[in-house]
């Protein structure tokens, strides 16, 4: 059947369009002013953020295409050169609207609430007189002018470093001028606040602000002529050939100086600089036209999440959301009886991150335990885990940990938390070559009574204390003994040079995830040619995988119902006549990170549901070692397909994207008003 579509790219969605659109939802909730004021302004500065992620990653990726002659269309049927002329009109638009909401509705209402973001040109005399002093006394020593001539060339401007350019003239010279260039501090707060007499008012001055009113004192005998704030976004698309690299922690450490020095591919000024100063950063920074992107205010809006964490203003940010403890453990002082009775599931953040901690740091006291296996891709800064990890192997039990040093931006962060761990004791290791371990679980070996007993936990989200408060993510404590084989095999294939095991309860990438998971979807449509009953449901962050939608258009055509939660990416098309009519696409965008990744087959009345590590794109599937596994406690698959149910109801955080890729509102009126994240925190699945 899949003949009557072929490979059409009308079909397909592109995938960093797709990815856009994402951000334009998370744009639409900074928007939203049923959102409390400091929430929205999270929002903001998360779409800014994303976009430089996006632009030193994927946007970055395209130009390399472009420069090395690659006219191969993607799925969707555009060349590299289509698609970052499509990117370009896109954020174009998206940053307009983003910087009209930030001045036209954000600095109103702040003012409104009593916080003000004070201009240069609105500060009183006594103001000015104590930015003065602050200044001289803080921000002076910091700065370092750098001036450009034939003495001194032009400097290296480090990516996403928040600058000022100007010209000087001297007082003896005025027909001459010198083009300098002065870094804004980023060891120094962003916003400062002005000294108010009144408690409910409370006034800030960006710091570059600052800068610009006082600039002249670093150039004595100069004056300063329109200084002017600009950012630079460079490429940081790494690539580290792993083969040929001696030490793979010294390859990553030397590529990683390369990330901030990389070509540039973005341009931010103030919309007001100066056409002087716009054309020597273009040729200094050898950046073309469509690259130069014009600010309408502070460039760089991350700092807006700062106020989430500024004191007093409870009543802008969202009531305090206190996690709770799975009703499986309350009072249970010990985490290991409990598992042996049933298997446990965990629902971050509304059910506690605090069991995984302890079933870490319990393994490392417990005189019982052997040997703890875990893998590690993105964790905290101060993580209770690895100082578990680091006891245990003081107190001379086996700990191997697999820590993935190529997580991106979170290379260095690893790099450090290895040497630490092989300090401690530890044996460390990188994963295979050419794949990163992406793949959440923890083995604990354990010698009781009747024997060695293996305990797992395995996750669909980060071992990463802070994460798990504001991620949605699903956990699984087990001792089922196909789990523990299996998780042993995997271990054994991680560390070791075991060919890839078969595996009782397991699916990995890049080995047979991928053909599972089309395997069901089969299943699906063949249950649907025979008259039966078959349903869909997944939800995942991203679904890209060509393979994948195609099973999806041939299920639907045969009549299976298809439901896809997909937070970012989707480049299936829904609703299309004649392919997809039985397709149905939400993303959920709202307080919490969607970051479950679950899938449901109906099965003829059998129902089966899988929990994975991995999204439905190929750098998952092919690229990164990623577990699913099916969940075979009846209770906890019933709590999950529940789940999925009061998801499918939201009418508040969803959005339902039609054939065209774009995403809209759920009409509520005359239903039932469901936000699913706000459900789940009042209401535990158990009920």
Not at 55 to 78: C, E, H, P, W
């Amino acid at each position: 059947m899949r003949n009557c579509y072929g490979n059409k790219k009308e079909y397909f969605i592109n995938r960093e369009l797709s990815w856009l659109e994402f951000n334009h939802r998370v744009l639409e909730e900074a928007k939203d002013k049923s959102n409390p004021l400091f929430e929205r302004l999270k929002f903001l500065s998360i779409v800014s953020s994303n976009l430089d992620e996006f632009f030193m990653i994927r946007v970055a990726s395209l130009k390399d295409q472009v420069n090395a002659n690659y006219i191969k269309t993607d799925s969707s049927g555009l060349t590299p050169m289509e698609q970052l002329d499509l990117i370009e009109n896109r954020v174009r638009r998206m940053v307009y609207e983003q910087y009209n909401t930030y001045n036209r509705s954000f600095i109103p209402q702040m003012k409104k609430n009593g916080v003000s973001l004070v201009d240069k040109n609105d500060l009183t005399n006594e103001e000015r007189k104590y930015l003065e002093q602050y200044f001289i006394d803080v921000i002076f020593p910091v700065l370092t002018p750098m001036a450009v001539d034939s003495s001194r060339p032009f400097p290296i401007i480090l990516g996403k470093t928040l600058n000022i350019a100007m010209n000087i003239k001297n007082d003896k010279n005025i027909s001459d001028s010198v083009f300098a260039i002065v870094q804004v501090p980023s060891v120094l707060p962003r916003l400062k606040q002005l000294p108010v007499e009144k408690r409910e008012e409370r006034r800030y001055v960006l710091l570059e602000e600052i800068i610009i009113m006082f600039v002249e004192k670093l150039f004595l005998g100069y004056d300063v002529v329109s200084p002017f704030c600009f950012r630079i976004t460079r490429n940081a698309d790494l690539t580290i050939d792993e083969e040929e690299a001696e030490d793979l922690l010294k390859e990553i450490e030397k590529t990683l100086k390369k990330r901030k020095t990389g070509a540039a591919i973005r341009l931010e000024i103030d919309s007001k600089m100066d056409d002087k100063l716009v054309q020597i950063l273009k040729k200094s920074m050898e950046v073309q036209e469509g690259e130069i992107y014009k600010i309408n205010g502070p460039i760089d809006l991350t700092f807006l999440n700062a106020f989430m964490f500024f004191d007093g203003y409870d009543n802008l940010k969202y009531p305090v959301h206190n996690p709770r403890t799975p009703e499986d453990l309350i009072d249970k002082n010990d985490i290991y009886e409990v598992i042996q009775r049933k298997d446990i599931m965990l629902f971050h953040p509304f059910e506690s991150f605090h069991p995984v901690v302890e079933f870490i740091n319990r393994a490392a006291n417990d005189p019982k335990v052997l040997s703890i296996k875990q893998t590690l891709y993105r964790v905290s800064g101060d993580s209770p885990i690895i100082k578990s990890l680091k006891k245990a192997a003081g107190r001379g039990k086996q700990v191997t940990v697999l820590v993935e040093v190529k997580a991106r931006f979170d290379e260095e962060n690893n790099i450090q938390w290895a040497k630490q761990l092989e300090k401690a004791g530890c044996h460390v290791v990188y994963g295979l070559v050419g794949l990163k371990t992406h793949c959440k679980i923890t083995l604990v070996v354990r010698m009781e009574s009747h024997g060695v007993k293996r305990y797992v936990h395995l996750s669909t989200g980060n071992y990463n204390d802070i994460t798990a408060k504001f991620y949605t993510d699903i956990g699984v404590f087990t001792c089922r003994e196909s789990f523990g084989e299996d998780a042993t095999s995997l271990f054994n294939m991680l560390t070791g040079c075991s060919d890839v095991p078969n595996m009782r309860s397991f699916c990995l990438a890049p080995y047979n995830l991928k053909s599972t998971i089309l395997s069901l979807i089969k299943n699906e449509a063949e249950n649907a040619r025979l008259g039966k009953m078959s349903k869909i449901v997944i939800k995942m962050n991203a679904l890209v995988d060509t393979d994948i939608i195609k099973e999806l258009y041939d299920a639907s055509l045969v009549g299976v119902q298809i439901e896809l939660i997909i937070r970012g990416i989707c480049c299936l098309k829904p609703g299309v006549d004649g392919l997809s009519e039985n397709i149905r696409v939400r993303s959920i965008v709202g307080r919490f990170l969607e970051h479950t990744r679950v899938l449901y087959f109906y099965n003829d009345g059998e129902e089966k549901v899988y929990l994975t590590s991995a999204d439905l794109m190929p750098r998952n599937l092919y690229r990164r070692v990623e577990l699913m596994f099916g969940v075979e406690d009846t209770s906890l698959k019933s709590r999950l397909v529940k789940m999925l149910h009061v998801i499918l109801a939201d009418n508040v955080k969803a959005r339902l994207m039609n054939s065209e890729g774009i995403y809209k509102k759920i009409d509520r009126r005359g239903k039932k008003i469901v936000n699913s994240q706000n459900y789940f925190i009042e209401n535990d699945l158990l009920e």
